[in-house]
C-alpha cells in the first residue's frame, strides 16, 4: 500500500487559515469516510484532531475542520496560533482493512 | 484517561528479533483494538499492524512475513516482535488504542510516548 500524499509544508501568518490537503486512490480515500488527522509535536505522542472525515474528538478546537472531495481529504486550520506549529499527518481506512498514513506536513506559522 | 507506555530495548542487532510491549493503564483492554505504528528518522508514520481484545490481528502488507502482534489480557499489555530486522527498522515505535470500542476505522486516540528502536550492531 503507497503512502497518501500530503504537501511537505504549509505556512501561514497568525490568524489566517490554511488548508493542507491528502490525496489517495480509490482503495482508500475514495472507498469510505474513515480519514483521520493527527497534529505531532517532535517529541510528544501525535493527537488525534479529526476522524471520520470531519469529526472532532472531545475536547479539540473547532479552529480544526475536515472535509473530503473523491480521493483527496483537506484539513484546514482557522484563526492560526502559534500552537499549531507542528507535523500534520493524515490516515485512511483501506479496501484491504488496513490503516495508511501520509507523509506529513510541517505547519510553520509565520 | 487510558495511558500506554511503550517499553523494550533501545538497541537490537541486525537479523535479529525486536520485541516490545504496550503496558495499558487506566483502562481496560477490552473492546477495542491495539495497533503499533513507528515513524523512522526524519520521515512519516506507518502503520505495523493491529490485535483485537479477541485475539484477532491484522497486519501491513509490507512487513506481514515478519510481524506477530500478541495480547496479553491479564496483564493489561500488547506486544510486537519484528524479525530479521535491519537498518531500515530503526524508528520510533508507538503503541495506541483505537478511538471507537470494537471498530479499527476512525482513528487512534490514546498513544504512548513512542520508544527509539536503534538497528545497528
Known amino acids: 500500500q503507497s503512502a497518501l500524499t500530503q504537501p511537505a509544508s504549509v505556512s501561514g501568518s497568525l490568524g489566517q487559515s490554511i488548508t493542507i490537503s491528502c490525496t489517495g486512490t480509490?482503495?482508500?480515500?475514495?472507498?469510505?469516510?474513515?480519514v483521520s488527522w493527527y497534529q505531532h509535536h517532535p517529541g510528544k505522542a501525535p493527537k488525534l484532531i479529526i476522524y471520520?472525515?470531519?469529526n472532532r474528538p472531545s475536547g479539540v478546537s473547532n479552529r480544526f475542520s475536515g472535509s473530503k472531495s473523491g480521493n483527496t481529504a483537506s484539513l484546514t486550520i482557522s484563526g492560526l496560533q502559534a500552537e499549531d506549529e507542528a507535523d500534520y499527518y493524515c490516515?485512511?481506512?483501506?479496501?484491504?482493512?488496513?490503516?495508511?498514513f501520509g507523509g506529513g506536513t510541517k505547519v510553520t506559522v509565520l | 484517561q487510558v495511558q500506554l507506555q511503550e517499553s523494550g530495548p533501545g538497541l537490537v542487532k541486525p537479523s535479529e528479533t525486536l520485541s516490545l510491549t504496550c503496558t495499558v493503564s487506566?483502562?481496560?483492554?477490552?473492546?477495542?483494538?491495539w495497533t503499533w505504528i513507528r515513524q523512522p528518522p526524519g520521515k512519516g508514520l506507518e502503520w505495523i499492524g493491529y490485535?483485537?481484545?479477541?485475539?484477532?490481528?491484522d497486519y501491513n502488507p509490507s512487513l506481514k512475513s515478519r510481524v506477530t502482534i500478541s495480547l496479553d489480557t491479564s496483564m493489561n499489555q500488547f506486544s510486537l516482535k519484528l524479525t530479521s530486522v535491519t537498518a531500515a527498522d530503526t524508528a520510533v515505535y508507538y503503541c495506541?488504542?483505537?478511538?471507537?470500542?470494537?471498530?479499527?476505522?476512525?482513528?487512534?486516540?490514546?498513544w504512548g510516548q513512542g520508544t527509539l528502536v536503534t538497528v545497528s550492531s
Open positions: 471520520d472525515v470531519s
Open positions: 495506541a488504542r483505537s478511538s471507537h470500542l470494537g471498530e479499527f476505522s476512525s482513528g487512534f486516540d490514546s
Open positions: 487506566r483502562g481496560s483492554i477490552s473492546s477495542y483494538y
Open positions: 490516515s485512511s481506512f483501506t479496501t484491504r482493512s488496513t490503516v495508511v
Open positions: 480509490s482503495s482508500d480515500i475514495g472507498s469510505y469516510n474513515f
Open positions: 490485535v483485537y481484545y479477541s485475539g484477532s490481528t
